[in-house]
């Protein structure tokens, strides 16, 4: 642990005198990616052993990465998907899950939404809270695995808004979905 | 009949071209697609002098009477000299048109340049003046003076309170803007109350018609505001940790039941219409919403999972007893209690078709009154009679109305927009 943290260290501060050239990385994704660093390479180890699917830790794609938006990264995955009137988080998605409620556990100061919807078809206000159903269904899960409740927030869009706006089984299927967003993004 | 028809619907494109109004501002267009069974025939003569003003009065109150679906309007034509008082109509003359009423009135300007309009309702079987009326207005009051009139012949002839005066809510989107109209019940003059980039839904009219309680995801989170008509200025009354939605009004106009997530799962509170802190009232594992205030205050209908599918059941505020009231299929939801309290409007989903249903206390009778497949959020007029409600045609989102029998449909439509979220709106106080 001390040792990437030393890494993380040197890597900032080599960063810092270079303040002067254009990057295409922004201070701020430095510091995050510092912080990160730590959190991300011990998850990079449970990952590893685990076999959660966690790949290219912050270490090794670079000092300048952030986890959540690496597309190498599992924590860029935002999205699980609903079987018609379930709300059950299939397995499929639960490596990301699991993914998710560990970062929260390791930044406790990481706050996150999770955003509930649904299909088409039926009742606006039942598809509200059947969306919100399916948004605590995949929080639940995550404080079972460490996440703490304060730091995650349930919502529901139901049916308003589709991201697919077909009237197909294709479309249904894409709208029956949770989205997991952090704070600020 | 017909020449009356094709004169309102002028009108109302010249209204539209006239007052430039932008497509985007959804004027509905009204069509009946289904009448009665036994339509009244009655005979709406132009009323003397109204020519002189641009709103031909007789027009909207026959457009309005045409549009319930319960009245076929009889031809006027040709009728010389043109009766304006009760005393001038010919009974015979009217019977072999098979007329069995007849409305005759005139228009006469006033030296403060207010109008005199007077109007009587002669039955020309019976032979029998049954109203003569007469009203003191400004010309600003034409459109609400019509109303007024078609409501008094309405009741008079159905036994049923007339409609005509109310106003109707509903939400359109266009792309990603969604606005919140209020409109005159055949339509006219849509006023938007709120624009907004993120949807709006469950627009709900406050019994005494001054505000708006509805749901918007502008905060992106479902949040209930309540809304002045009058000032326009609102209030976040429900903004709790989760979702705010599914706000209904209580009888009384004092507080609103509210679906809220804030302790884990959707559940029902009572909060004061001002805003201030919820109190649980029902309690259960699963989804609980769509709660409405039964007429007389004393109960709620709600939409609950609690039995494993979305059914409806009715608590009892006082003594805590939940009843569940459907049992036919597996989705039975949206619950909208009839004023008289007998009985409550729904939606019911079978083989995959969402449709409007009515349900009898008493008899446990379900009729079905709409085909679907999509329809969604019915409402139900202040007198019981009619229900809107949402449904697709030609590609988008339409307004349809269906009469509590059945029997009555129209379709009203909006060009180039998506309608949705109906709400009627109360009698007007008078």
């Known amino acids: 642990m001390r040792k990437y943290l030393w890494i993380a260290l040197i890597a900032a501060v080599g960063l810092a005198g270079c303040s002067s050239t254009p990057t295409t990385e922004a201070p701020v994704d430095d510091r995050s990616a510092a912080a990160g660093a730590g959190a991300g390479s011990t998850g990079a180890q449970t990952g590893g052993t685990t076999g959660s699917g966690v790949t290219g830790s912050a270490v090794g794609t670079g000092a300048g990465a952030n986890p959540l938006r690496d597309p190498n990264n599992i924590l860029s995955k935002r999205s699980v998907y609903f079987d018609f009137d379930s709300f059950v988080v299939k397995d499929e998605y639960r490596p990301l899950v699991e993914a998710h409620a560990r970062y929260l556990q390791q930044n406790r100061n990481a706050r996150m939404t999770i955003q509930g919807n649904t299909d088409e078809r039926g009742s606006r206000e039942y598809n509200i809270a059947l969306g919100q159903k399916r948004a605590d269904s995949v929080k639940r899960m995550m404080m079972l695995l460490g996440a703490g409740e304060a730091q995650i927030e349930t919502v529901s869009f139901g049916k308003e808004k589709p991201r697919n706006q077909g009237h197909d089984e294709a479309a249904w299927a894409e709208n029956r979905r949770d989205d997991i967003l952090y704070a600020g993004e | ?430």
């Open chain 2, 1 to 430: 009949m017909i020449p009356l028809l094709r004169r309102w619907f002028a009108f109302g494109l010249l209204a539209l071209s006239s007052l430039g109004v932008p497509l985007a501002h959804a004027q509905l267009s009204i069509e009946i697609v289904g009448g009665a069974g036994a339509q009244i025939p009655i005979a709406i003569v132009p009323f003397g002098n109204e020519g002189t003003w641009p709103l031909g009065i007789s027009g909207v109150v026959g457009a309005d009477l045409q549009r319930s679906g319960m009245f076929r309007l009889v031809n006027t034509d040709g009728v010389v000299p043109r009766p304006v008082r009760a005393e001038e109509v010919q009974g015979p003359l009217w019977r072999s048109r098979n007329a069995d009423a007849v409305v005759v009135g005139s228009m006469t300007p006033m030296a403060d340049g207010k109008v005199d309009v007077r109007f009587a309702l002669v039955d020309v079987v019976k032979q029998s003046t049954l109203v003569a009326m007469s009203f003191v207005v400004t010309q600003q009051q034409f459109r609400v003076t019509a109303h007024k009139i078609a409501d008094i012949i309405y009741e008079k002839l159905t036994g049923d309170r007339g409609v005509f005066s109310t106003r109707i809510a509903y939400i359109t989107r266009q792309g990603t803007r969604y606005q919140l109209l209020v409109a005159d019940a055949d339509g006219n003059d849509p006023q938007t109350v709120v624009s907004s980039g993120e949807p709006l839904l469950s627009p709900r009219w406050s019994p005494d018609g001054t505000r708006l309680a509805y749901v918007s995801l502008e905060n992106r989170k479902p949040v209930v505001y309540v809304q002045s008509l009058e000032t326009g200025t609102r209030r976040a009354v429900a903004n709790f940790r989760g979702s705010n939605s599914s706000p209904a009004w209580s009888p009384d106009g004092r507080r609103l039941a509210v679906t809220l997530t804030k302790d884990g799962g959707s559940q029902v509170y009572l909060m004061n219409a001002d805003g201030g802190n919820p109190t649980r009232v029902l309690t259960s594992s699963g989804i609980d919403t769509e709660a409405m205030f039964t007429p007389d205050g004393q109960s709620l209908v709600f939409t609950s999972d609690r039995g494993g599918t979305p059914q409806i059941y009715r608590a009892n505020l006082l003594s805590g007893q939940v009843e569940r009231l459907t049992f036919d299929g597996s989705y039975n939801v949206s619950p909208r209690p009839l004023p008289d309290g007998k009985g409550m409007v729904f939606v019911r989903r079978d083989g995959g078709r969402f449709q409007v249903a009515t349900l009898d206390y008493a008899t446990r009778q379900v009729q079905v009154l709409t085909a679907g497949p999509g329809d969604e959020s019915p409402s139900v007029a202040p007198n019981g009679k009619m229900v809107i409600y949402a449904s697709e045609g030609g590609g988008r989102g339409i307004l349809a109305a269906v009469s509590i029998d059945g029997r009555v449909k129209q379709r009203l439509v909006a060009p180039a927009v998506d309608v949705r979220e109906p709400a009627w709106g109360p009698f007007p106080r008078s």
